[in-house]
């Protein structure tokens, strides 16, 4: 039967967090400069709070936004905040150090690659093509479709299904200790944390209950392992 | 012995062609909006025969085109014509379908995989790296790096000493050919000619004398037949 490794993308595969950070920054400069009324440091808190509230997958953030300090949306505010926005996210998004080359290694290994992410399923798919990495994967299972997110077992269920593959032949492969690690385990794959931030009460957690997760710094040390 | 593939870059791995028309046409209509003294057909006429005399690598097309019409450079108009270039140039920039499956079912298959390009160096690597082909190949081999131009035969035997492998386990790929086909032959590879203007006395060449050429249609065939 086929060996399957499973993807997480963002932060995993791509570098996301930290051209998140810098582009909201720079909507918020561009919306301040085409008029919106506060400071740069209160418009970014501002913004913050909205995307708390929300979560980072809704996509109306600016819109609230400029509702939030005007009582109704304004749209040059927001066409301003979000073309900047995209502009400097395409521009610093990028797979990590070796990403292409693990891959490639898994291929040349004979494993089958799919994703499976906690997303809207077009921002996943925008972000493969846009790196060219979607030929490497077989299925992009993203919770918007599936509507489960990890660490629900029911989308690694419905990713497993979509392979045609057994948990014991699948491998899980992120970057959060709950969603991915641990959802992956719970689902009965084994499971590779990459660029963590995990805890040193979860790395006990792992050695104590004999959890089938390795912890590792990055994407780029999976070729060592598999 | 490891078996080899090498890869020609422009109109083999990438659509090049179809971008440099689309492009050229858009940056004269950026130099003449901006104050070119040409309609846009002379405009057009005239950057055609520049590229006709100054080769399509010459890398100051525009600065000769305003030289030529205002007897000094103009660099509003040259700017207008660059910026204008390299925008649509990258956004229409795309590999053929199936070429990154291509290349992953080669790297599965144990090939090892490089390019053997005419052109300049950083140039070719941009389009590599833009399309994120680059981590596939383990050498990136240009003509002005060697000092010889396919189909010469000394570009041929620097690739295959760059890559340390023999004559006989290395296949040539491209679409011109004299410059790829006969070339890769001539130094001893087979070769695979894709997405070609072969004409029919070649085709019949190729017969007629047995030699060790196969035409496809294009590198998505490729897959088939390695």
Known sequence: MDKVVFFDIDDTLLDTSNFAKIAREAAINAMVDNGLDLTNEEAYNLLKEIIAQKGSNYDKHFNVLTKTVYGEENYK??????????????ALLRPFPRTNEVLIHLKTKGYKLAVISNGITIKQWEKLVRMNLHPFFD?????????????????????????????????????????????????????ILVNSKVTDEERKKIIDENINIQIIDNIDEVDSIL
């Open 77 to 90: 505010l927001i066409a301003s905040g979000m073309i900047t926005y995209h502009n400097v996210k395409f």
């Open 139 to 191: 299925k992009i299972i993203t919770s918007e479709e599936v509507g489960f997110e990890k660490p629900n077992k029911r989308i690694f269920e419905e990713a497993l299904n979509a392979m045609n593959c057994s948990s014991e032949n699948s491998i899980m492969i992120g970057n959060k200790f709950k969603e991915d690690a641990m959802g992956g385990v719970n689902a009965g794959m084994s499971s």
